[in-house]
C-alpha cells in the first residue's frame, strides 16, 4: 500500500499559477503509476492527468492541455501538478492518485484504475 498526501493548494487569481505536490510513503512509489483527479464544488470527481514511471504512458484532460503539467521526482517520492493560466473554472479540491504498475491502469478504467487517494487539497481561482 501507498499513502498519499497532497499540499501547495491555495488562492490565486486567474491568469496566475500554483504548483501542487504529491508526497508517497513506500519505498516502491517509483513501482506506482500516479495522477491528479479535481472536484469542483457540486461536481463529480473528474481526472486531470496521470503518467507512469517514466512518460511512456502519459494522460491529460482536454480541458488542462497545454496548461497543467504532471512531474515526478521519485528519489523523493514526490509528484507535482504545475497549473499554469488558471482558470476560474479550475477551481477545485485536487486529489493525488496510484495505482501500482503491475494492475491495469489507464482511460478504459474508472477512475483510470487508480486505489489509493490523498486527501485533497483546495485550489481556488479567483476571476
Known amino acids: 500500500q501507498v499513502q498519499l498526501v497532497e499540499s501547495g493548494g491555495g488562492l490565486v487569481q486567474a491568469g496566475g499559477s500554483l504548483r501542487l505536490s504529491c508526497v508517497g510513503s513506500g519505498r516502491t512509489f517509483s513501482s506506482y503509476a500516479v495522477g491528479w483527479f479535481r472536484q469542483a464544488p457540486g461536481k463529480e470527481r473528474e481526472f486531470v492527468t496521470a503518467k507512469d514511471w517514466s512518460d511512456y504512458r502519459l494522460y491529460y484532460a482536454d480541458s488542462v492541455k497545454g496548461r497543467f503539467t504532471i512531474s515526478r521526482d521519485n528519489a523523493k517520492n514526490t509528484v507535482y501538478l504545475q497549473m499554469n493560466s488558471l482558470k476560474p473554472e479550475d477551481t477545485a479540491v485536487y486529489y493525488c492518485?496510484?495505482?501500482?504498475?503491475?494492475?491495469?491502469?489507464?482511460?478504459?478504467?474508472?477512475?483510470?484504475?487508480?486505489?489509493?487517494w490523498g486527501k485533497g487539497t483546495l485550489v481556488t481561482v479567483s476571476s
Open positions: 492518485a496510484a495505482a501500482h504498475s503491475s494492475t491495469a491502469w489507464g482511460p478504459s478504467y474508472q477512475d483510470y484504475g487508480m486505489k489509493y
